[in-house]
């Protein structure tokens, strides 16, 4: 419930770069799985080039008391929302993120070389930053939306690093965090925004939240 009693609505906030292809099947997805579990909702697209951005104009219009975000790559499929929402609810947490790495979980589509680098990426994390949830680089997240506008306040990285400096800090500052199981599937049209110069970025991102933050 929200804080006046009601149903809580949510805000599904799709950050979209040449997604023109995805678009209208994530979207009938979504409403799909939100129809059937009857979940006041509404989705919105924010056309900008950095995640930060991107969340920062989405926030100063959703109108609902969570905030979904994912990619509108279809990447990650729609149907784990419902569960990410009743687990919030049964849990009461601030966060439910959707994690690759937990029992159940997994990825589909990545060659060898791509499952080796996320990966070590996430174990890289893990030993450094010690975030207490499975998947720090994962960006299928549910988030009260206080909790949202503050993390997003506060963080300055860029990229895939903004996810996790997001959750970084959300960890430190003790916010209630629940994971769900996910199947991360590679995108359907276009092609991956992974390249070198992100796992250069990723590295300098990591190495700025072990010794500042």
Known sequence: MSKDGSHPRYTVLLPTYNEKENLPICVWLIEKYMKK??????VFFSLCLSLGTAYTHGL????GDYVILMDADLSHHPKFIPEMIKLQQHKNYDIVTGTRYARGGGVSGWDLKRKFVSRGANFLAQFLLRPG???LTGSFRLYRKDVLARLIADSVSKGYVFQMEMMFRASKLNYRIGEVPISFIDRFYGES?????EIVDYIRGLLYLFIFV
């Open 60 to 63: 100063q219009f959703a109108r």
């Open 193 to 197: 925004k992974l390249g070198s110069q």
């Open 133 to 135: 949830v499975s998947d």
């Open 37 to 42: 579990n009857e979940f006041s909702y509404e």
